[in-house]
């Protein structure tokens, strides 16, 4: 016969009946009650987000306005959404490609990152875009006049995305 195991918790009379368990949660909850309320009069009142928010993707547009994308394709490929559409084309410029359709689906787009995370050139980041209502499904789909930003509107996020590296 092989020895008995001990119990793994030796627990009290008090700790058996969960009294500490549900005084605890009911501390917490009063807390929360007795908490101030933060109330933000939206329209009037926006809220701004910190640079590490992730909002809607958009295309960097570099300040001589060329864009960074080189069209490699690892957006379109690492979204889990299947939200991004890219065809490349050849160009007579410094960079060998560009990218002649960029599309991004936001009704797909489910915000995770992983197209900034993968992009070799920084050329697609998570704006602080939040406002977004669509009355027809082609409002939806941003093309890539609708998705270059320029650089400086999106210089917090690319000095956030710097620092965490």
């Known amino acids: 016969?092989?020895?008995?195991?001990?119990?793994?918790?030796?627990?009290?009379?008090?700790?058996?009946?969960?009294i500490p368990e549900i005084l605890k949660g009911m501390k917490l909850t009063l807390e929360q009650m007795l908490k101030k309320k933060e109330t933000r009069e939206y329209p009037e009142e926006k809220w701004v987000p910190p640079p590490s928010y992730r909002g809607a993707p958009v295309l960097v547009l570099e300040d001589n306005g060329v864009e960074r994308c080189v069209a490699c394709g690892l957006c379109s490929r690492v979204c889990p959404a299947l939200a991004i559409e890219v065809h490349a084309a050849e160009t007579e410029d410094e960079k060998e490609r560009y990218p002649e359709l960029f599309e991004i689906n936001m009704l797909r787009c489910i915000f995770c990152g992983f197209c900034e995370e993968v992009c070799?050139?920084?050329?697609?980041?998570?704006?602080?875009?939040?406002?977004?209502?669509?009355?027809?499904?082609?409002?939806?789909?941003?093309?890539?006049?609708?998705?270059?930003?320029?650089?400086?509107?999106?210089?917090?996020?690319?000095?956030?995305?710097?620092?965490?590296?």
């Open 120 to 165: 070799p050139e920084e050329a697609i980041v998570m704006s602080s875009t939040y406002e977004m209502a669509f009355t027809r499904y082609e409002d939806a789909i941003f093309d890539k006049e609708k998705l270059l930003t320029p650089v400086e509107k999106l210089r917090p996020r690319l000095e956030y995305l710097h620092a965490h590296r």
């Open 1 to 18: 016969m092989q020895p008995r195991k001990q119990d793994k918790y030796n627990l009290t009379f008090w700790e058996k009946m969960y």
